[in-house]
C-alpha cells in the first residue's frame, strides 16, 4: 500500500509516520482491497491550546473512506483515527460480500 504524508503547521517527523505505518499495514494485510493512503498531520493554535489533529484518507473501491481526530497529541488522534478508518473497512467488506 502507497502511503502518503503532509504535514500543516507542523515539521516533518519520521516517528509520526512510524506510528501510521504500525497501524495501516496491518489493515492492507486484513483488507488487500486498500490501494493507498493519504495521511495529514496537522496543528491548530485554538485559544490557549494547540489541538493536534491527523486525518486519514483511504482508497479503496467506492467512496474513499475518511477519519479525522482532533487530540492533545497527535499520537493519540493517530490512534484513534486508525480505529476509526479500521471500523469503517470492516463496514465496507461486510458490503462488499453482500453483492
Request: glycine content about 2%; overall charge negative; hydrophobic content about 35%.
Amino acid at each position: 500500500m502507497d502511503i502518503r504524508y503532509e504535514y500543516v503547521n507542523i515539521t516533518r517527523n519520521n516517528y509520526f509516520e512510524y506510528l501510521i505505518e504500525e497501524h495501516l499495514n496491518p489493515l492492507s494485510i486484513k483488507y488487500p482491497f486498500i490501494t493507498g493512503a493519504d495521511v495529514f498531520f496537522k496543528v491548530e493554535n485554538r485559544s490557549d491550546e494547540l489541538e493536534n489533529i491527523c486525518e486519514i484518507r483511504i482508497s479503496a473501491p467506492g467512496p474513499r473512506l475518511f477519519a479525522a481526530t482532533n487530540e492533545a497529541s497527535i499520537e493519540q488522534a493517530i490512534t484513534k483515527s486508525a480505529n476509526n478508518i479500521e471500523t469503517q473497512l470492516e463496514k465496507r467488506k461486510a458490503q462488499m460480500r453482500t453483492f
